[in-house]
C-alpha cells in the first residue's frame, strides 16, 4: 500500500519502520528529528501532511494529544487540504485516515465526520504496549470506526501488533484506551506502594518483587516498571506527561457522564506531583517518585537516571 506516516516520535518511528520493512511504500513527515534508518530505507520525505495526503492511499498520524491531532487534520496544510477534491486513492477506494494518537473520544468522533465528510474513511486505532511494543511490533490496537474500514485496515494492523479487537463505532477505540490508561495507571501505583511499603519495613525490593511474580500479585506493570522502580532507570517508554492527558481524558469524561473515578484522581494527582518535581519526562513508572517524596524514602538506593 501506498502510507502516510505523520509523526515520528518514540512510538510513530519504529511503527513507521515496521510498515516500511513489511513492504508498503512510506510517505512521512515529522516534527521531531527524522530517523535516518527510515530514510534509509526508501521512505519518501513530504514537506506537510497535506503533502502525505495527496501522495498517500492510508494515512496514519500518531501524535501527542488532540489539539495536535486537530491540527494536523485540519490545519491550513493539514490532511483534509490534501483530501479536498481528491479522496480517493491510486487504488480507487477512498482515502482512509487512521489515527493512532491517544486523544479524545468526542473529539475523535466530530473528526471523523469531517473526514467522512470529505468522501474518505477515518478509524480510530489507539495502541497499548510503550515503545517495547512498537519496536517489536506486538502492540495492543483497540479499533473504533465502520466494520469495512477496519478489514480494509486489518493487514497494516497485524504489521503494527499482536492483540487487535474492533471495539465499535467512532470513537469507541479511544474510549477503550482511556479504560486502559487507567488500569494502567492504577497498577503502576499499587506496584509503587507495594514495593516502597517492602523497601521502609527492611526487604530488599527486588527479591520482594521476584517473590511476587510468583504469585498472583504477578502483572506486566510489576514485571516491567517494578524492575525499572528497583534499578531505578527510567527511561520514557511512555512519559508521565503524556499519561497525564489520558488521565486528565478520563477525569473529564467522568466529570460529563457524572461518574466519579477516585482512585484515577489520585493516580493523576501522584503524576502531578513527579510533574511538580521536574520529572514529567520520565517513564510513567517514576510516578513512585511522588511517593518516594513523600515518605521521605527511596524504593531502591542510587539515583534516578535515564540509560542512553
Not at 483530501?83 to 471523523?112: F, H, W, Y
Not at 504496549?129 to 474500514?149: D, K, Q, W, Y
Amino acid at each position: 500500500m501506498k502510507i502516510g506516516f505523520i509523526g515520528l516520535g518514540i512510538m510513530g518511528a519504529p511503527m513507521a519502520l515496521n510498515l516500511l520493512k513489511a513492504g508498503h511504500m512510506m510517505f512521512v513527515q515529522t516534527r521531531s528529528k527524522l530517523p535516518q534508518d527510515l530514510v534509509e530505507g526508501g521512505a519518501t520525505v513530504c514537506t506537510s501532511a497535506k503533502e502525505v495526503a495527496k501522495r498517500a492511499d492510508v494515512i496514519i498520524t500518531m501524535l501527542p494529544d488532540t489539539p495536535d491531532v486537530q491540527e494536523v487534520l485540519f490545519g491550513e496544510r493539514g490532511v483534509a487540504a490534501g483530501l479536498e477534491g481528491a479522496p480517493l486513492g491510486s487504488d480507487g477506494l477512498p482515502k482512509l485516515v487512521i489515527d493512532m494518537s491517544s486523544i479524545s473520544p468526542m473529539a475523535t468522533q466530530k473528526m471523523a465526520e469531517r473526514i467522512h465528510a470529505l468522501g474518505a474513511e477515518h478509524l480510530d486505532g489507539p495502541v497499548s504496549g510503550g515503545e517495547v511494543g512498537a519496536r517489536a511490533a506486538s502492540l495492543t490496537i483497540m479499533v473504533g470506526g465502520l466494520p469495512h474500514s477496519f478489514e480494509r485496515a486489518r493487514p497494516l494492523f497485524e504489521t503494527l501488533g499482536k492483540n487487535i479487537t474492533h471495539v465499535g463505532g467512532h470513537g469507541d477505540g479511544q474510549t477503550t484506551k482511556v479504560a486502559n490508561q487507567i488500569i494502567v495507571a492504577l497498577n503502576i501505583e499499587a506496584v509503587a506502594e507495594a514495593l516502597l511499603f517492602a523497601s521502609k519495613a527492611g526487604a530488599d525490593p527486588a527479591k520482594v518483587r521476584q517473590a511476587l511474580m510468583g504469585g498472583f500479585a504477578a502483572s506486566r506493570i510489576l514485571e516491567v516498571h517494578g524492575e525499572r522502580m528497583v534499578q531505578r532507570t527510567f527511561n520514557p517508554g511512555f512519559r508521565i506527561a503524556l499519561h497525564q492527558k489520558d488521565l486528565a481524558l478520563a477525569l473529564q469524561g467522568a466529570r460529563e457522564m457524572g461518574l466519579s473515578l477516585p482512585h484515577t484522581a489520585s493516580a493523576a494527582q501522584l503524576m502531578q506531583v513527579c510533574a511538580g518535581h521536574g520529572l514529567a519526562g520520565l517513564d510513567h513508572s517514576a510516578l513512585c517518585r511522588s511517593l518516594e517524596i513523600m515518605a521521605g524514602h527511596d524504593i531502591a538506593p542510587g539515583d534516578v537516571t535515564i540509560q542512553a
